[in-house]
């Protein structure tokens, strides 16, 4: 007989030996309080800074967020009833599509339960769509992206992070006449590098090929109406299909794409991602619709994001912290070690009240274990502070232990 317990058990043992088991945190948000939140542990309740949300505008407690959330449900109920297909289309829905496709300057959207399910479908069905399809795809690309490209069972090229050089080197191995799809992000969430996306789109022109572009870290974020890094750059005609997220930069819940009228009804019709999944709550699509046209109104939130991101990134450099350097949001802080990464995001929120997750294999590459910062509007100065003397006092501490156990030294 197998001894199936053994096999899970002898898995979850691996990853634990590595230091890269990951452990839940249990919290309870403060309602218009956001990063202030409570970490519910056995022994009770403590108030603690929460510094890892990608909730990056905090527009999860925004009041018209939550008041259009509770209309749609004093006005409808609670579920959408089904799927998109059978019952699960309302009034909500129509006009969070229609919203989108605005804000993207796009014929059409189309809404998923998650930016994730959006990527697999979208691309999986695609590559089954268009007859001998290649897929160029960027080496750091989302793990979403790599599996709906794995399930179109299509041709695929990696190409060199953001190395247009590289991208047209492989494009030219491709006869002009064959379906291509570039695929890649504007921000990519674990270095916060921003991709060159005129000068893909330069190479799209040059070799006839379709551009992809995921946007879930920048959308909300950037552009004059938070229409992502595309917006910003003033490309956004020469994107074919943008692919973003209502869970980030608009605080709540869900994914979509959108792109011309016949290629979202490609998908529409075609993925099964989409036509076999309940559709979102009304209540979430009701929310992301009231976020989406708050923000693009409103330059307040993205500006006051942008200062605090300014001022965190220089507090840690100064305190000779290695953060990454980028030109985008986030703020990772380079550890290197799994053990030791979990070490410091422990003691974080166990001593300083802190709450930031240890960003691990396989997020990241081996040896490059990190703390992933993400402040935003309502992080202050204070808090700032109080975290970066937090990472200082554990840096000072780790000298003695590296290298021979892995573990920090006394604070």
């Given at each position: 007989?197998?001894?199936?317990?053994?096999?899970?058990?002898?898995?979850?043992?691996?990853?634990?030996?590595?230091?890269?088991?990951?452990?839940?945190?249990?919290?309870?948000?403060?309602?218009?309080a956001f990063p202030a939140a409570d970490h519910v542990t056995p022994g009770g309740a403590k108030p603690i800074v929460v510094w890892c949300s990608n909730d990056y505008l905090g527009m999860g407690q925004h009041p018209r967020v939550i008041a259009a959330m509770h209309e749609a449900i004093d006005s409808v109920g609670a579920g959408s009833g089904g799927t998109r297909n059978i019952s699960g289309t309302t009034h909500y829905h129509v006009e969070l599509e229609n919203e989108i496709a605005d804000l993207h300057r796009k014929e059409h959207a189309l809404l998923f339960t998650s930016a994730y399910v959006a990527n697999e479908a979208a691309l999986s069905t695609l590559a089954k769509l268009l007859p001998g399809c290649v897929i160029f795809s960027d080496e750091k690309n989302h793990a979403s992206m790599i599996e709906g490209i794995?399930?179109?069972?299509?041709?695929?090229?990696?190409?060199?992070?953001?190395?247009?050089?590289?991208?047209?080197?492989?494009?030219?191995?491709?006869?002009?006449?064959?379906?291509?799809?570039?695929?890649?992000?504007?921000?990519?969430?674990?270095?916060?590098?921003?991709?060159?996306?005129?000068?893909?789109?330069?190479?799209?022109?040059?070799?006839?090929?379709?551009?992809?572009?995921?946007?879930?870290?920048?959308?909300?974020?950037?552009?004059?109406?938070?229409?992502?890094?595309a917006e910003r750059d003033g490309v956004l005609d020469r994107v074919d299909i943008v692919n973003g997220t209502l869970a980030k930069g608009y605080g709540v819940m869900g994914g979509y794409i959108a792109g011309t009228r016949d290629l979202i009804d490609a998908i529409r019709s075609f993925a099964p991602g989409f036509i076999f999944t309940t559709s979102l709550a009304p209540a979430i699509a009701a929310g992301a619709l009231a976020s989406i046209r708050h923000l693009k109104g409103s330059d307040m939130e993205r500006a006051r994001h942008q200062?605090?991101?300014?001022?965190?990134?220089?507090?840690?450099?100064?305190?000779?912290?290695?953060?990454?350097?980028?030109?985008?949001?986030?703020?990772?802080?380079?550890?290197?070690?799994?053990?030791?990464?979990?070490?410091?995001?422990?003691?974080?929120?166990?001593?300083h009240g802190i709450y930031a997750q240890p960003i691990n294999y396989p997020t990241v590459p081996r040896g490059t274990e990190r703390i992933r910062l993400t402040p935003g509007p309502h992080h202050t100065d204070a808090q700032m502070d109080a975290l970066t003397e937090a990472l200082r006092g554990l840096w000072a501490a780790c000298p003695a232990a590296v290298g021979r156990t892995g573990k920090l030294a006394a604070e």
């Open positions: 007989m197998v001894d199936y317990a053994r096999h899970l058990k002898a898995s979850l043992d691996a990853i634990r030996k590595e230091g890269r088991y990951r452990v839940f945190a249990d919290l309870k948000r403060h309602r218009g794995r399930h179109g069972n299509c041709e695929k090229r990696i190409f060199r992070h953001n190395d247009p050089a590289d991208l047209e080197a492989k494009l030219k191995q491709v006869p002009i006449d064959t379906p291509k799809i570039i695929a890649f992000e504007s921000v990519y969430s674990m270095d916060g590098h921003i991709a060159p996306i005129a000068t893909i789109c330069d190479l799209a022109d040059k070799y006839g090929a379709l551009t992809y572009l995921d946007e879930v870290h920048a959308v909300g974020i950037y552009g004059p109406r938070g229409g992502g890094i200062e605090r991101v300014r001022a965190l990134k220089s507090r840690l450099a100064a305190a000779g912290l290695p953060v990454f350097q980028n030109q985008s949001h986030i703020v990772p802080v380079l550890i290197g070690d799994p053990v030791h990464c979990k070490e410091v995001t422990d003691r974080l929120l166990d001593a």
